[in-house]
């Protein structure tokens, strides 16, 4: 063979391989065809939509509807503790009889004591508060007293039947009633104020060795259940 004949199978050797492999490569993108394939014109929002609060709907003939499980969801009202809580009551009030009487219980003589003492700065508010009231009304009742001697003195200065000395004590005594007066309520004021004051820091003292006993219990419980 010459090398025109060489040079002319060569070519169509390659032309054919050329056309081999373009068959090859058609048959290779166009032999598949998926069995899901959504058309061109097909309405893809339409297979699931929003109706409504909390509400979808689901076309029943698109592949999605077939794949889902309907379940029917019902409440339970649960009586199981969510947290499970260990310490020690620290006070608790037992009612008593049916005249409402009743008394309290403490973990602690600690606590049993504070709280005696609270109860006892209440009632000793009270008392004073009650103490200056009476107090106020004594201290006027005898500054008038005092004062309805002066104008009796007066008068009878004035028509002659007592002498100007026994006016001047009568004035004299109206005025020592004013200063004891003033002093006494002044002194029942204060003793409120006091009263009241240690009410407060009982209170708190209270609450604070409440709260301090507390505390130890749950760190006993604590310590007793690394143990």
Not at 167 to 191: D, F, S
């Amino acid at each position: 063979m010459n090398q025109f004949q060489v040079f002319l199978a060569r070519v169509q050797y390659l032309m054919s391989l050329t056309a081999v492999v373009v068959v090859l490569v058609y048959l290779a993108q166009h032999s598949y065809t998926p069995s899901t394939a959504i058309p061109a014109d097909a309405d893809r929002e339409a297979t699931v939509r929003v109706v409504g609060p909390k509400r979808i709907a689901v076309a029943p003939d698109a592949p999605f509807a077939k794949k889902l499980q309907i379940s029917k969801v019902e409440t339970a009202e649960s009586t199981a503790p969510l947290v499970t809580v260990t310490g020690v009551v620290a006070a608790c009030f037992h009612s008593g009889d049916k005249d409402g009487s009743g008394y309290w219980q403490f973990h602690t003589a600690e606590l049993l004591a504070a709280h005696a003492d609270w109860q006892k700065a209440i009632a000793d508010v009270a008392f004073v508060e009650a103490q200056l009231v009476d107090t106020v009304q004594l201290a006027d009742a005898q500054i008038v007293a005092a004062k309805e001697q002066s104008e009796r003195m007066q008068r009878l200065v004035t028509i002659g039947t007592d002498t100007e000395k026994d006016l001047a004590e009568a004035r004299a005594a109206l005025i020592q009633a004013q200063i004891e007066g003033r002093k006494t309520v002044h002194e029942a004021q204060a003793a409120v104020r006091t009263a009241k004051q240690e009410e407060v820091i009982l209170a708190r003292q209270s609450a604070i060795v409440m709260q301090t006993n507390a505390s130890r219990s749950s760190l006993m419980v604590d310590s007793e259940e690394r143990r």
